[in-house]
T-cell receptor, first 114, second 113 residues
Framework: IAGITQAPTSQILAAGRRMTLRCTQD?????MYWYRQDLGLGLRLIHY???????GKGEVPDGYSVSRANTDDFPLTLASAVPSQTSVYFC?????????????FGPGTRLTVL | GDSVTQMEGPVTLSEEAFLTINCTYT??????LFWYVQYPGEGLQLLLK?????DKGSNKGFEATYRKETTSFHLEKGSVQVSDSAVYFC????????????FGTGTQLKVEL
């Protein structure tokens, strides 16, 4: 693989269920991010990780958790999904040592919570 | 805090028309500026960037100039094609904001024959 992969591509989920969105990158980037994309709101940062073993909260972290056990993987977990979490989720990564910190995005996961 | 404001869409143009998508920003630090493009059904791709005042980013016929005096980074293309139909996002990173991008809400461009 080259770049960032996300799984699943799409998912329909009953409210109250637990769900983990997977993200893997093979670029050895130290920084990774999770965004949600909603119409009229653009992309909003949920959580981020500047390096393996550390995580931080973004703009809209409530209801979500992340872990960063290694460089390549950055899963996003919804402990108990609610309809307002219906969105398209994008994972991204960057080399934080790069001059302009370009972020590379995965193809996205479309999540519907009923 | 940091913010990015883009013109609302959708913008509908005929092929070969001139494109401008306005973007202005507010930032507490000295930002680097980006335009990302999202084609239908895909993730975002970096289109162009500028890291200091008066820099011009360019790619695929698109250009944007970093204007510190007007806090703007407007996207332009002289002659659009149907294949340019996508959503365009203006974004910034500040040196004091770590690696976190702040995005505008996106502008959808539709190019018709």
């Amino acid at each position: 693989i080259a770049g960032i992969t996300q799984a699943p591509t799409s998912q329909i989920l009953a409210a109250g269920r637990r769900m983990t969105l997977r993200c893997t990158q093979d670029m050895r980037h130290n920084a990774m991010y999770w965004y949600r994309q909603d119409l009229g709101l653009g992309l909003r940062l949920i959580h981020y990780s500047n390096t393996a073993g550390t995580t931080g909260k973004g703009e809209v972290p409530d209801g979500y958790s992340v872990s960063r056990a290694n460089t390549d993987d950055f899963p996003l977990t919804l402990a108990s999904a609610v309809p307002s979490q219906t969105s398209v989720y994008f994972c991204a990564s960057s080399d934080s040592g790069a001059t302009y910190n370009e972020q590379f995005f995965g193809p996205g996961t479309r999540l519907t919570v009923l | 805090g940091d913010s990015v404001t883009q013109m609302e869409g959708p913008v509908t143009l005929s092929e070969e028309a001139f494109l401008t998508i306005n973007c202005t920003y507010t930032a507490t630090g000295y930002p680097s500026l980006f335009w990302y493009v999202q084609y239908p059904g895909e993730g975002l791709q970096l289109l162009l960037k500028a890291t200091k005042a008066d820099d011009k980013g360019s790619n695929k016929g698109f250009e944007a100039t970093y204007r510190k005096e007007t806090t703007s980074f407007h996207l332009e293309k002289g002659s659009v094609q149907v294949s340019d139909s996508a959503v365009y996002f203006c974004a910034l990173i500040t040196t004091g904001g770590g690696n976190k991008l702040t995005f505008g809400t996106g502008t959808q461009l539709k190019v018709e024959l």
